[in-house]
T-cell receptor, first 116, second 112 residues
Framework: GAVVSQHPSRVICKSGTSVKIECRSL??????MFWYRQFPKQSLMLMAT?????????EQGVEKDKFLINHASLTLSTLTVTSAHPEDSSFYIC????????????FGPGTRLTVL | GNSVTQMEGPVTLSEEAFLTINCTYT??????LFWYVQYPGEGLQLLLK?????DKGSNKGFEATYRKETTSFHLEKGSVQVSDSAVYFC???????????FGTGTRLTVIP
């Protein structure tokens, strides 16, 4: 299957700093990318959907100024957690799909963010 | 709204045991249903899917049948292996939509 990578896999930062997480589709062009957040022992919660070249669509309750998403190319989307606080500590997972309809989403391995 | 409820784990089985992981859903319309598997250190991978009522998805010995009358999509495997140890997620996507709704995941550990 297609491969999606995330970088970094793990990051620890101080409160108040900003952290950027990259999501790349390595062997296909992703028209749509998704960002999820997973709390311990809870399900993945969709944060936002981004289409290449357009603004991301955020789910209700997700602060767009807090979680900046850029999908500048068909193989790269970035999530920037701005002015991170301990409550932002979580596991962030991206996925990507090519085309429209019921195409399969391919998931990255996730990024563990710890804010001290 | 849309939601997925799956049995809490962890589940520990001996090799060659029968596996069932329950999953029920709430959705408007006729969603498509999925099982994803996450092996240690890897991203989620699609295991199987079903797009309409009575469809049976199957892959690698795993099966799940889309039961509209009971709004369920239980995952089964007749004989598990140590290599099946992973976290399994049930998910749905609404017709015409992009985003997946996930259950909480069930960790399966298979011991030799």
């Amino acid at each position: 299957g297609a491969v999606v990578s995330q970088h970094p896999s793990r990051v620890i930062c101080k409160s108040g700093t900003s952290v950027k997480i990259e999501c790349r589709s390595l062997d296909f062009q992703a028209t749509t990318m998704f960002w999820y957040r997973q709390f311990p022992k809870q399900s993945l919660m969709l944060m936002a959907t981004s289409n290449e070249g357009s603004k991301a669509t955020y789910e209700q309750g997700v602060e767009k100024d807090k979680f900046l998403i850029n999908h500048a190319s068909l193989t790269l989307s970035t999530l920037t957690v701005t002015s991170a606080h301990p409550e932002d500590s979580s596991f962030y997972i991206c996925s990507a799909k090519a085309g429209v309809g019921l195409n399969e989403q391919f998931f990255g391995p996730g990024t563990r963010l710890t804010v001290l | 709204g849309n939601s997925v409820t799956q049995m809490e784990g962890p589940v520990t089985l001996s090799e060659e045991a029968f596996l069932t992981i329950n999953c029920t859903y709430t959705a408007t319309g006729y969603p498509s249903l999925f099982w994803y598997v996450q092996y240690p250190g890897e991203g989620l991978q699609l295991l199987l899917k079903a797009t309409k009522a009575d469809d049976k998805g199957s892959n690698k010995g795993f099966e799940a049948t889309y039961r509209k009358e009971t709004t369920s999509f239980h995952l089964e495997k007749g004989s598990v292996q140590v290599s099946d140890s992973a976290v399994y997620f049930c998910a749905l996507v609404k017709t015409g939509a992009n985003n997946l709704f996930f259950g909480t995941g069930t960790r399966l550990t298979v011991i030799p």
